[in-house]
């Protein structure tokens, strides 16, 4: 256990379906991430909240939606995905001191394994 | 640009010592991390090292070299519980760079 939970665990989806991600993290951090990994390939950064507001956006299409409603909470929004969006998308949260530039460690969850058929 | 290397695969057997490098390139350097995966679970966070030298942490070192971008993670007395995969991640101000993670299997 992380102290970071997501849900679901495993999700199978068509691509005209709409569905959600859920991140919760119990660590009192004040930055929390999603990250797409994919089969031999490196972990892609794709979120970042900071304090609740989004800091990162890294080029993701605009078919994942983020939802960040409270320093606890983040939500991946799905809508109109291609089956090359099948991955394991994993949350993380950290704590962030803002103007030093530093990154504390990230805690991640055990992550949402998406296949789009 | 930004590019963190480690070896794809490795083998090992129960009860040997394995030493993972990762070498990196990034714009700007806030530390290395290691982390392991195993299969279908979360990274869990082994090591941090931010200044030059070797960091030990029970059967698990973490070694840095920031002037030639390189750091190894040594793993003792190994165990069949770790296989898994060790992902090697440089954090570049405020995110963290990863690199694609080394399968280390570990064999009877």
């Known amino acids: 256990e992380t102290g970071v939970t997501q849900t679901p665990r495993h999700l199978v989806m068509g691509m005209t379906n709409k569905k959600s991600l859920k991140c919760e993290q119990h660590?009192?951090?004040?930055?929390m991430y999603w990250y797409k990994q994919s089969a031999k390939k490196p972990l892609e950064l794709m979120f970042v909240?900071?304090?609740?507001?989004?800091?990162e956006n890294n080029s993701v299409p605009s078919r994942f939606s983020p939802e960040c409603p409270n320093s606890s909470h983040l939500f991946l929004h799905l809508h109109t995905l291609q089956p090359e969006d099948s991955a394991l998308y994993l949350c993380a949260s950290s704590q962030e001191h803002p103007g030093t530039g530093s990154t504390d460690t990230q805690y991640f969850g055990p992550g949402t394994r998406l296949t789009v058929l | 640009g930004q590019n963190i290397d480690q070896p794809t695969e490795m083998t090992a057997t129960e009860g040997a010592i394995v030493q993972i490098n990762c070498t990196y390139q990034t714009s700007g350097f806030n530390g290395l991390f290691w982390y392991q995966q195993h299969a279908g679970e979360a990274p869990t966070f082994l090591s941090y090292n931010v200044l030059d030298g070797l960091e030990e942490k029970g059967r698990f070192s973490s070694f840095l070299s920031r002037s030639k971008g390189y750091s190894y993670l040594l793993l003792k007395e190994l165990q069949m519980k770790d296989s898994a995969s060790y992902l090697c991640?440089?954090?570049?101000?405020?995110?963290?760079?990863f690199g694609t993670g080394t399968r280390l299997q570990v064999f009877p």
């Open positions: 991640a440089v954090s570049d101000t405020d995110k963290l760079i």
């Open positions: 660590l009192g951090h004040n930055a």
């Open positions: 909240y900071n304090f609740k507001e989004q800091t």
